[in-house]
């Protein structure tokens, strides 16, 4: 797979955020019934996945970093998962991509076992669910 980092010149952090504020709705509405594909989207330096995605991505790749969080406007916990450009190659590497856009990649997986999701996302928030109880 050919470098597919972005020309802008902004850092990750502030691409992810632009990313979520623009188009969180719709892709929290793509991973809502997704069972096989894997959405990548592209922050410069880094690869992001949510919810489902991040379930598929977490399964092909323990090395990826996953992030649950809070965000504004969502009244559910969403899971991230992340990982670098620079170790795109080992882990994409291969895959049937199906789809591909302005810093985002779509590719056919297998889908998850039925539960595995819900399973995976509950034990990814469970420490968001811990705080919440802490704060009152």
Not at 60 to 89: D, H, N, W, Y
Not at 94 to 122: Q, T
């Amino acid at each position: 797979m050919e470098n597919r980092r972005s020309s802008s010149s902004q850092p990750s952090g502030v691409r992810l955020l632009a990313l979520l504020q623009g188009q969180g709705q719709e892709i929290l509405r793509r991973e809502e019934n997704n069972a096989s594909l894997m959405h990548l989207y592209g922050t410069g330096t880094h690869w992001v996945a949510f919810e489902r995605s991040a379930c598929q991505l977490s399964r092909l790749c323990p090395e990826a970093k996953i992030i649950p969080m809070r965000l504004s406007g969502f009244p559910f916990p969403v899971v991230m998962a992340t990982f670098g450009q620079a170790q795109s190659e080992h882990f994409i590497h291969g895959l049937p991509e199906v789809e591909e856009g302005s810093d985002r990649l779509s590719f056919k997986m297998p889908a998850l076992p039925d539960g595995e999701y819900g399973v995976w996302h509950n034990r990814q928030v469970k420490y968001l669910s811990r705080c919440d109880v802490n704060k009152n």
